[in-house]
C-alpha cells in the first residue's frame, strides 16, 4: 500500500475505532495519518478530540525548531500536564518551555539531520509515544502583550532577514534588505525588523525613529512583536509561521528549490488560507532583486489597500 491510499486507510480506521469508543486505537491511527500528511482534512481536530477522550498513557513528541513548536502551541497550551518528549535543534528549547510553564520530561540536542533522524529512529521503538498535533492559526498571541508602539495609527511592517544555524543558506541578502527598508520609510511605513543582534548588526546604520529592532536574547519577546505587524515579510523562519498563525499577511522569499515538509507544513496550507504569498529566487542578482521588490509592492498594495 503507497503512502497515498495509506493516509486514506488509517483515516477512516482511526474514525471507526473512535466510533466504538476506543480512543486510545483511534488517537494511534490518527497519528498515522499525521505521518503521511500533517494537514489531512479534518486530522488534527479528530486527534485532539480522540487525545481528550483516551487514556492520556503515553508521551507526546516535540520534533524540530521554534515554528514546529508554535504550530504544538495551542495543544501544548491546553494538556501542560501531559508527557512530553522534545527532540531539536534550538539550544533554547529548555527555557522557551519553562517561561511558558511547560514540563518536558525529556530533551534530545542536534545539530546535524543525520544526528535528528538516529533520534527520530530510536523514539518509534517506543510504541506508548505519538507525535504532538498541530494547529495553523492562533486565537490570540500566546506570549502577551508587548509594549505599545508609538504612533501606531501608521501601518507597520516586520521584516526578518535570518535564518536558523541549521539553514543559514535561508538568509535574505544584506543589501536587498537595506534597499527594502528604505523604499518602506519613503513610503510613510514603521518596520519592525526581527533577529538576532548578529543577524542584525549589518543593518545597524539604518537606525530611524520609525525602526525598531526586535533582537532581544528572549526569542518570546520578539516573537511577541509580531503582533504589531500589519503585513509581515520574511526568510523561511519562525517569524513567518508566527505572523501567518496569527493571520497576518505575509510574503516568505525562499530558494526555488523543493522541500516537501517545508511546503506540505510551513507554506501551502497558509497559501490556501490566503495568509501567505510565495516568491521564490535564485541568487538575488540585481534583476532578481528588483523583481522580488515588485512583488513584495504589487501584494502589499493589495492586503494593505482591502484590509
Not at 71 to 98: C, D, E, M, W
Not at 118 to 136: D, T, V, W
Not at 137 to 154: H, Q
Not at 182 to 188: A, F, H, P, T, V
Request: charged share 25%.
Amino acid at each position: 500500500m503507497n503512502r497515498h491510499f495509506k493516509k486514506y486507510y488509517f483515516y477512516f480506521l482511526a474514525r471507526l475505532l473512535d466510533l466504538l469508543g476506543q480512543y486510545d486505537k483511534s488517537f494511534a491511527n490518527f497519528a498515522k495519518v499525521i505521518r503521511f500528511r500533517t494537514f489531512f482534512w479534518d486530522v488534527q481536530s479528530r486527534y485532539v478530540a480522540a487525545y481528550q477522550k483516551s487514556s492520556k498513557n503515553f508521551s507526546i513528541e516535540i520534533h524540530g525548531g521554534i515554528g514546529d513548536f508554535l504550530q504544538h502551541l495551542p495543544f501544548i497550551l491546553q494538556n501542560k500536564s501531559a508527557r512530553y518528549i522534545v527532540a531539536t535543534h534550538f539550544k533554547g528549547a529548555p527555557a522557551f518551555f519553562k517561561s511558558l510553564n511547560i514540563k518536558v520530561e525529556q530533551y534530545y540536542f542536534y545539530s546535524k539531520k543525520e544526528e535528528y533522524r538516529g533520534i527520530r529512529n530510536f523514539l518509534k521503538q517506543n510504541e506508548h509515544s505519538y507525535i504532538c498535533p498541530r494547529a495553523l492559526f492562533f486565537k490570540a498571541s500566546p506570549f502577551g502583550s508587548p509594549r505599545v508602539l508609538k504612533n501606531t495609527k501608521r501601518k507597520t511592517i516586520g521584516i526578518h532577514p535570518g535564518a536558523s544555524e541549521l539553514a543559514s543558506y535561508k538568509a535574505i541578502p544584506v543589501e536587498f534588505i537595506k534597499t527594502l527598508v528604505k523604499d518602506l520609510n519613503q513610503e510613510g511605513f514603521k518596520v519592525i525588523l526581527f533577529g538576532t543582534k548578529k543577524e542584525l548588526s549589518k543593518l545597524q546604520r539604518l537606525k530611524d525613529k520609525d525602526i525598531l529592532f526586535a533582537s532581544d536574547t528572549n526569542i518570546i519577546k520578539n516573537l511577541s512583536f509580531v503582533e504589531h505587524c500589519d503585513f509581515f515579510i520574511g526568510s523561511d523562519s519562525v517569524f513567518k509561521t508566527m505572523a501567518s498563525m496569527l493571520k497576518k499577511p505575509t510574503i516568505v522569499l525562499h530558494q526555488n528549490h523543493k522541500n516537501n515538509f517545508r511546503d506540505r507544513v510551513f507554506i501551502t496550507p497558509y497559501v490556501r488560507e490566503h495568509m501567505m504569498h510565495v516568491y521564490q529566487y535564485t541568487n538575488f542578482n540585481k534583476r532578481e532583486m528588483q523583481s522580488a521588490l515588485q512583488f513584495i509592492s504589487n501584494v502589499m498594495n493589495s492586503e494593505l489597500n482591502n484590509a
